[in-house]
């Protein structure tokens, strides 16, 4: 009858450890899933935005060239009682505007910089917090999570001063900032986001540390 009750136990205790097993393998498969798709579906917003860069550089040279070769006297002779006004081409990334682009080489991070911060934004890709604009005089703040996977800002906290970031903005324009300070703050902190560049382009990255309880800031300017 010992015995009996002895082999229960230990039944039970096998099925336990087998369901742990299945459950945390299933975690990482699940997480794996789920960075290859963001991954996956931040490339493909990656390339429209590209190529959007490119069709508005490629619109604006052709608006050049035909505005040099008109005849000065056309705009005299000639009148457009409705005139068409174009917007450049916009980019959405679930339904949140993508107003740039970054690049982190050491890191192999390459994201869309979506237009605001919200909890579903911040769960797509990392997003501006505050600022005057990516590659604009001034700092801006672009945030993202630690999600601890290597999604979005998990890795910051293996770059270091020196490292270089790369930020591509709606007109085309690339431009490379490389971080001079790195440190943590609390939650609460803003004082980094209000600094006086006097006049420079700066950027900050901002995520929590590992443990959620801090901020990991880097400050970078433009090279």
């Known amino acids: 009858m010992f015995n009996s009750k002895y082999s229960k136990v230990l039944t039970v205790i096998l099925i336990v450890v087998i369901i742990g097993i299945v459950a945390t393998v299933g ?6 899933y789920v960075v290859k798709a963001k991954n996956n579906k931040a490339q ?9 860069s490119v069709r508005r550089e490629f619109e604006e040279g052709d608006k050049k060239e035909n505005s040099s070769a008109q005849n000065p006297l ?18 959405y990334m679930e ?12 890191t192999n991070l390459n994201l869309p910089i979506l237009a605001e911060v919200t909890k579903k934004s911040l769960e797509t890709s990392v997003a501006i917090l505050y600022g005057v604009g990516l590659n604009e005089p001034g700092n801006t703040t672009i945030v993202g999570h630690n999600y601890r996977n290597g999604l979005f800002f998990s890795d910051n906290k293996k770059l270091a001063v020196g ?32 600094r006086d560049t006097e006049g420079a382009r700066e950027i900050s990255l901002s995520t929590c540390t590992d443990n959620s309880k801090a901020r990991l800031i880097l400050l970078a300017k433009e090279k």
């Open 27 to 32: 975690y990482f498969v699940y997480d794996i």
């Open 44 to 52: 493909e917003v990656l390339e429209e935005f590209s190529n959007a």
């Open 74 to 91: 056309d705009s005299i002779n000639s009148v457009d009682s409705n005139p068409v006004t174009t917007n450049p081409e916009k980019v």
């Open 95 to 106: 339904g949140y505007e993508v107003m740039g682009t970054i690049e982190i080489p050491k």
């Open 163 to 194: 490292d270089v970031i790369y930020i591509t903005d709606q007109t085309g324009n690339r431009v490379a900032y490389e971080i001079y300070d790195c440190f943590q703050t609390t939650p609460s902190d803003a004082q980094y986001m209000e």
